[in-house]
């Protein structure tokens, strides 16, 4: 049985109310931890077993497949936790990750052996990193430095991949808190509240590659990407201000109705019924349906004893039929399955 069980999703289409449990509103979940799933001892032990074996093998952790590393009697447990991602809320948090147990070389390994139940291990930037730190570099964000490296507030996006995971290996001194919104919640806000913004929503923006375009690329993908998106009749959403607001800076127009319409996007995303706020603990592991939730944190800040670091996975689910373009697409289009499979053109000529 593997965790990746195949669901059956319900098939949707533009311009008309959501109604799945993919809908939560904050008032859906009770304060507190009540979505935190504990590793119990047994997994534990055999996370350990899995975690031999790949340094037998001598398998780099960016490597690891399922199969790699046997999990059986923990496959249940993840699979009620996939089963959350795919067609649940579209989170999950599996807590007790024992973090202070292993040296950095195997809690990445062992990390990754988890992660790879998940989907497949993707590169995340062109600086090379499948594992990446999210911790305080003292860069800026900004139009040629991402957010992973800053202690800044980061507004709700999406990021590259189906699942995006993060294991906190130790918290801030204050702040940080990871932050949550519904995207099929948003999708029925606005339709009700404002339907003449969705035109411009479906149809998309450029995106700016923000220094990670290969050299002699364009400074912004030559299409746009939707925001909202219904491919193979599944809700898929792929949206980041800064990289559409940076366009400007290139040329490239964003005309007022565009610009009302993200506005009045960011409004309803940040009142305080769309989202859930997440505290993540040492041993926290939180995997988000990246094509279905967008994300944020607060600003944070660290002590020279306390210092916030997460360990970042991207993980490309081949089994799931949700898929559609986003920050893999405009960063490494050579390694995104959306692209190879022919992206948003053969998507439009199936329709015709
Ligand atoms: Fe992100």
Not at 47 to 64: C, F, G, P, T, Y
Not at 228 to 244: D, E, R
Not at 286 to 310: G, K, W
Not at 312 to 330: H, I, Q, T, V, Y
């Amino acid at each position: 049985m593997p965790v990746q069980e195949q669901h059956s999703l319900p098939k949707i289409g533009p311009g008309q109310p959501i109604d799945d449990a993919t809908v939560w509103k904050a008032p859906d979940f009770p304060e507190g931890r009540a979505w935190a799933r504990p590793l119990e001892p047994v997994m534990l032990d055999e996370i350990e077993a899995a975690l031999r074996q790949v340094k037998k093998r001598d398998i780099a952790a960016k490597d690891i497949r399922a199969a790699d590393f046997p999990l059986d009697k923990t496959i249940p447990f993840l699979a009620g936790l996939y089963r959350d991602i795919e067609c649940g809320p579209g989170f999950a948090l599996l807590s007790g990750f024992p973090v202070d147990a292993y040296s950095e070389e195997d809690l990445r390994l062992a990390y990754c052996g988890v992660g790879a139940h998940f989907g497949t291990i993707t590169l995340q930037n062109r600086e090379g990193e499948y594992i990446l730190e999210v911790m305080d570099k003292g860069k800026a964000y900004s139009q040629q430095s991402r957010g992973y490296h800053s202690t800044a507030h980061l507004d709700f996006h999406n990021d590259g991949t189906n699942t995006v995971v993060l294991l906190c290996t130790s918290t801030a001194a204050e702040g940080g808190l990871s932050r949550l919104v519904s995207g099929t919640a948003l999708y029925n806000e606005i339709l009700r509240e404002h339907p003449e913004y969705l035109d411009v929503l479906h149809r998309g923006f450029h995106h700016h590659l923000r220094d990670q375009g290969k050299a002699g690329d364009a400074a912004v993908t030559p299409y746009r990407t939707p925001v909202f998106g219904f491919f193979h009749s599944l809700f898929h959403m792929a949206y980041a201000g800064p990289s559409i607001l940076y366009c400007e800076n290139e040329g490239i127009e964003i005309t007022d109705h565009e610009k009302a319409a993200l506005d009045y996007l960011v409004s309803v995303v940040e009142r305080p019924d769309m989202q859930i706020s997440m505290e993540l603990r040492k041993g926290d592991m939180q995997f988000v349906n990246n094509y279905l939730l967008l994300h944020s944190r607060t600003e944070y800040r660290d002590t020279a004893e306390q210092q916030r670091r997460l360990l970042r996975l991207w993980l490309d689910d081949e089994n799931s039929a949700r898929l559609g373009p986003g920050k893999m697409d405009w960063y490494l289009p050579e390694l995104s399955r959306f692209t190879q499979l022919g992206g948003l053109d053969a998507l439009s000529s199936a329709a015709e």
